[in-house]
C-alpha cells in the first residue's frame, strides 16, 4: 500500500501513522452535516449546477431503504476466509474491477484480469504514468470496456481501449489530474476529472474525443476514492469522512471523523477510519469501508456504526482499494506499505 509520491490534499505532508488496536466497536450514530468541507461544499458556487440543499435535506439516511436487518461482521469466520485471485509482476499500485473484470496498475504495465485471475490483456504504461514517482488514480473503466488513466505530474487523461492502443490523450484545462472518476452509465456515461488547479468542481470529459463539456460538484483528491452505486449515487471516501451523494453531486449522507491514524478521538459522529479507504455498498445499503490496516468497517444504511472485523487476522490489506462484485470482496492484499509485492485477494460477502 505504497502511496510514495501521492499528492495530499491540502498539507502537503504524505500520510503516515500507526493503525490503532484492531477492535469490535459499539454502534454509534451519525449527525447532519450543513456544509462538508471535504467534497461538495463548493457546489453552490458552479453556475447551473444544482441548488445546495439545505439543512432539513442533508439526512443520515441513504437513499437505499432501511431494511430489517443490516450486514455487520459474522459472528463466526471460516478457517480460510479469503483467497488469493492474482499477484501481478511488479504487484499492485491501485486496481478497478467490472462486473467480469480486474484491471490492475503495476505501475508499469495495465492488466487485465478476469475475476478468477486469468490475464486478458496487458499493455505498457506511457511515460507520465509508470513509476512510483507518478501519482496515479485507480483506473476507469466505460461501458465498453475503453480504459481511462489519469497522471498528476503528467498532466494527462489518456483513454486506451481494451487492447491498450491509445484513443486519445489530452491535458484538462492545463491542470494536473488529482482523480478521475465515472458518471452515468450506457450512452449517458461521462468522465469527470479533478484537477489541483481548480478547487470549485471537477471538469465533464466527452468520452468520445476527451473535450471538457461541463463541470460536477464533487471534487477528490489523490487519496480519496468515489465508487458509483448500482442506483447512480457515488460514494465518497476522503479527509476521514464517507459521503453519499446523489447523481447530480448533491450530498445526502455523511459519516466519518475529521481525526485519522488514530490521532485524538473521535469528533462528531460515526466511523473514526484509522486509514480511510475506499468505500463500497452492499445489497441492503449497508457500507463496507476498507481501513488498512487489515480492518473492513460496516456501517448500516442509516449511518450506525456495526462494527470492525479483520476476518480472523486474515484480512491483509496490502493497499486502500475495495471493490465488491456480486457477493464477493475484491481487495489489494499483501505486505503493508510495499505496493511491489502485492497481489488481489478475494473474499466472500458472507464471510464478513
Not at 491501485?94 to 487485465?112: C, E, H, P, Q
Request: charged share 10%.
Amino acid at each position: 500500500m505504497d502511496r510514495a509520491g501521492a499528492i495530499p490534499r491540502d498539507s502537503g505532508a504524505v500520510r503516515v501513522g500507526v493503525l490503532a488496536t484492531v477492535a469490535l466497536v459499539a454502534a454509534l450514530t451519525v449527525g447532519t452535516v450543513s456544509a462538508p468541507a471535504h467534497g461538495a461544499a463548493s457546489a453552490p458556487q458552479i453556475p447551473g449546477s444544482p441548488a445546495a440543499p439545505t439543512a432539513a435535506e442533508v439526512s443520515p439516511v441513504c437513499t437505499t431503504s432501511t431494511p430489517a436487518s443490516s450486514l455487520g461482521p459474522a459472528s463466526t469466520v471460516p478457517t480460510r476466509p479469503t483467497s488469493t485471485v492474482v499477484v501481478p509482476v511488479g504487484g499492485v499500485r491501485t486496481f478497478a474491477a467490472t462486473s467480469t473484470d480486474l484491471y490492475v496498475d503495476t505501475g508499469s504495465r495495465l492488466i487485465t484480469y478476469t475475476l478468477a485471475g486469468t490475464q486478458v490483456s496487458s499493455f505498457a504504461l506511457p511515460p507520465g504514468f509508470a513509476g512510483s514517482a507518478h501519482p496515479i488514480y485507480r483506473p476507469v473503466v466505460d461501458p465498453s470496456g475503453d480504459i481511462y488513466l489519469s497522471s498528476y505530474y503528467g498532466s494527462a487523461v489518456d483513454k486506451f481501449s481494451p487492447s491498450g492502443t491509445l484513443v486519445w490523450s489530452v491535458d484538462p484545462n492545463g491542470g494536473n489530474p488529482t482523480a478521475i472518476y465515472g458518471l452515468g452509465s450506457g450512452s449517458s456515461f461521462s468522465v469527470a476529472v479533478s484537477i489541483v488547479q481548480d478547487g470549485a468542481a471537477s471538469l465533464l470529459l466527452d468520452p468520445a474525443t476527451g473535450a471538457v463539456t461541463g463541470t460536477f460538484p464533487l471534487v477528490a483528491g489523490v487519496n480519496d476514492y468515489v465508487t458509483q452505486e448500482v442506483g447512480g449515487d457515488l460514494l465518497h471516501s476522503g479527509d476521514g469522512y464517507v459521503d453519499t451523494l446523489d447523481p447530480t453531486g448533491r450530498v445526502l449522507a455523511t459519516f466519518g471523523a475529521s481525526h485519522i491514524e488514530g490521532v485524538a478521538q473521535h469528533t462528531g459522529s460515526g466511523t473514526q477510519f484509522s486509514y480511510p479507504g475506499q468505500a463500497v455498498q452492499g445489497p441492503d445499503g449497508t457500507v463496507f469501508t476498507a481501513d488498512p490496516l487489515h480492518t473492513l468497517e460496516a456501517t448500516s444504511p442509516t449511518g450506525v456504526l456495526e462494527g470492525s472485523t479483520t476476518l480472523g487476522g486474515a484480512l491483509d490489506f496490502g493497499g486502500w482499494g475495495l471493490a465488491l462484485v456480486g457477493s464477493t470482496f475484491y481487495y489489494q492484499s499483501g505486505p503493508p506499505f510495499d505496493s511491489a509485492a502485492d497481489g488481489i485477494s478475494a473474499t466472500p460477502l458472507a464471510t464478513v
